[in-house]
């Protein structure tokens, strides 16, 4: 029965059971190898002398409550072939690990649904170990993602941690997966990528990114024939900014109470889309009163709602037309915030409309930022970088969600 537990249950093969002890609440499977086993670990050859042997502890499989170790006494082998002198592989364990295979692969499983401290603390083992698991897994499958194929990329810097700390971040948009991890951010952070990128000699059509200088000017040095499309959402942020830069600007220079007062507290009122205000609690009645008492706040904040129409038009001419409209409308309007926008807008307006060619944007990338914050609240903080970023190459293939 014990044999048959080693083989069908354990995977362990090619072992002959020599005695089962209960030691303390410990199982201990004492296993030695069968002679066809014997061959050198180099070359694989099996015309070799025993050497002596060393016993071996190995954690194995919990068999319900009871924790299981394999006692395996393992041979020093000298090769005829090759002459190398050395212990023979287990098997049943990789090298240099202190667990087999199956412990591993049993820990894997249960870091589908618990977190490392879970896991560690459910079978008795150190947080470490559960970490050099997954970790071997992880270097195993996902240490040098696939580039080729790649068509559209999304390319964005995350914050981690504290201390102004950054990672720059590229995403396949057609799979989901994360293509790279640099350390920092701007266009320095990405010479390791278009370093990696060439070889594969990926034809990428298009590129989502924010309108920093710097993506810009990296993505056409090495992506000269990809169309780039400034990312949607960065460029309605950016107006938000420059519509609360002038509702502090207005605040600081109104000149009685009402005034200030009509303009205190209204900053989110005036982000929310319209839809979203909340009647009930007079958040219409309460921004309406801001806008009329404020007639540059007014031109701003129509403004705001107007420039989301950019993304709606029937097509990339119409696109263009309202664009040049908006910014014209703007730059009349003789407000600093809003001409500065107006010129951002102008001098990014290719960018712009390129997304009714490529109807992409970094959106998906911000779902993989909550995906990375949760992985590293379950993880109590990850220390070691190089599984830090083995993990979030991970992430497309993993579902995260807060538990306990």
Known sequence: MSQSLLYHTFRVRGYQLKKVEFDGGF??????????????SACGSSEVIRRGATERWFRNLPVGSLVTWIIALIPRVSCLECGCCRQIKTGFSDPRRTYTRAFARYVLELSRLMTIKDVAEHLGVSWDVVKDIQKQHLRRHYASPALKGVRQIAIDEISIGRGHRYLTLVLDLETGAVLFVGDGKGADSLLPFWRRLRPYKAKIEAVAID??????????????????????????????????????DLYRQAVDDLGKRALKGIRWLLLKHPDNLDDERG????????????????????????????????????????LRDWIARARSAGIRALSEMA?????????????????????????????????????YGLRDEEFRRLKIYALHETKYALVG
């Open 27 to 40: 199982t201990l499977f004492h296993v030695e190898p069968k002679q066809q086993l014997l061959r050198c």
């Open 211 to 248: 309108m920093s200088a710097a993506y810009i000017s990296a993505v056409w040095d090495n992506l000269p024939d990809a169309a780039i499309v400034f990312d949607r959402f960065h460029i309605v942020k950016l107006m938000n900014d420059k519509l609360t830069q002038l509702r502090r």
């Open 283 to 322: 958040e219409r009645e309460r921004l309406q009163e801001a806008l009329e008492l404020n007639a540059s706040l007014a031109i701003g904040y129509y403004l705001k709602e107007d420039l989301r129409q950019i993304w709606e038009q029937d097509s990339k001419r119409q696109a263009e037309r309202f």
């Open 343 to 379: 010129t951002t807008l102008e001098r990014h307006a290719w960018g712009i409309t390129s997304w009714y060619d490529y109807p992409i944007s970094t959106g998906p990338l911000e779902g993989t930022n909550n995906k990375i914050k949760t992985m590293q609240r379950q993880h």
